[in-house]
Nanobody, 119 residues
């Protein structure tokens, strides 16, 4: 069973920075994709940034140039450095990883970490 544990959320003023980390219970090399999503109450969960095949990355347009996703294969962690934060970045941030199991794929989610950006 894959477990993902997020850390690093909190309260920050607009223009500030936060760094989120996601620790996986197994080698992150075993995942097809791994990254970050966020959700605001009443809205759908949306992609923030992910690693796709290999070391390719995919970012939401709203965070390009401000957020950077990185990985540490030795520590089985994926991190999200968030700079120039805006109030609209306020959300619960979730770590997600997808893995191929036989003929299917399965997505795993962390418990989420709250990020609040005050104006």
């Amino acid at each position: 069973q894959v477990q993902l544990v997020e850390s690093g959320g909190g309260l920050v003023q607009a223009g500030g920075s936060l760094r989120l980390s996601c620790a996986a219970s197994q080698s992150i090399r075993s995942f097809n994709t791994m990254g970050w999503y966020r959700q605001v109450p009443g809205k759908q969960r949306e992609l923030v940034a992910t690693f796709t095949s290999g070391s390719n990355t995919n970012y939401a347009d709203s965070v390009k140039g401000r957020f950077t996703i990185s990985r540490d294969n030795a520590k089985n962690t994926v991190s999200l450095q968030m700079n120039s934060l805006k109030p609209e970045d306020t959300a619960v941030y979730y770590c997600e990883a997808e893995k191929t199991l036989g003929w299917s794929t399965r997505a795993y989610w962390g418990q989420g970490t709250q990020v609040t950006v005050s104006s």
